[in-house]
């Protein structure tokens, strides 16, 4: 199911759906699998997203999701500093 959420105040789509194969960057045809395995290899900025599958760089709708990929990411590696 498709859940895109309309941000008024900000002007900015949100998608809040979870499902890998949905779209995120609509303008560049990314799907949330492609960002989370780039994520995953170690593409971890939003400056490498960007350089590598061309997120974010059209009309920036999807810019605030793949920050919310990013933080998730960043946040089990700070789970896992504080754990050691
Ligand atoms: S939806 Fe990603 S740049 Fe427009």
Redesign the pocket.
């Given at each position: 199911m498709l859940i895109i959420i309309v941000n008024i105040a900000n002007n900015t789509?949100v998608n809040h759906s979870r499902n890998p194969l949905m779209y995120?960057?609509?303008?560049?045809d990314?799907k949330e699998k492609q960002i989370k395995a780039a994520i995953a290899s170690g593409i971890d900025t939003l400056d490498g997203l960007k350089d590598t599958l061309d997120?974010?760089?059209?009309?920036?709708?999807?810019?605030p999701m793949v920050n919310d990929y990013l933080e998730e990411h960043h946040a089990k590696f700070d789970v896992l500093a504080y754990a050691v």
């Open positions: 789509l995120v960057c609509i303008c560049n990314v997120v974010a760089t059209c009309c920036g709708c999807c810019e």
